[in-house]
């Protein structure tokens, strides 16, 4: 079992080595950075396309939205006329009702 101090020591010589890991591995990183420029413009050109396909689909589905909106609102329209004539007949035969009560009283 190791001491306090021991693993200390033993932790401070694992942050060295990490550090000296690191600082070894940044000139490979900046080899990767100057090789992806190359495929930048294609890979942008690529992605561009994809964005205009993307945003061409979604126009169709807003512009289909907008028609179907179109369409329930007209039929809501129509729904609330019925509705409202079936409850100035209903109204009609109420009152037809309460007048033949009242006549025959």
């Known amino acids: 079992m190791l001491g306090p101090v021991m693993v200390n020591r033993h932790l401070h010589?694992?942050?060295k080595q990490l550090e000296f890991e690191m600082a070894t591995r940044q000139p490979q990183k900046a080899k990767r950075a100057a090789?992806?420029?190359?495929a930048q413009?294609?890979?942008l050109k690529s992605a561009?396309?994809?964005l205009e396909t993307k945003v061409k689909q979604l126009q169709a589905e807003r512009d289909q939205l907008k028609s179907d909106l179109k369409v329930a609102k007209a039929r809501?329209?129509?729904l609330e006329a019925q509705q409202t004539e079936a409850v100035n007949r209903i109204d009609w035969v109420i009152d037809s009702l309460h007048n033949l009560i009242e006549d025959k009283g």
């Open 13 to 15: 010589g694992i942050g």
């Open 35 to 38: 090789t992806s420029k190359k």
């Open 41 to 43: 413009p294609t890979e």
């Open 48 to 50: 561009m396309q994809r």
């Open 76 to 78: 809501i329209g129509e």
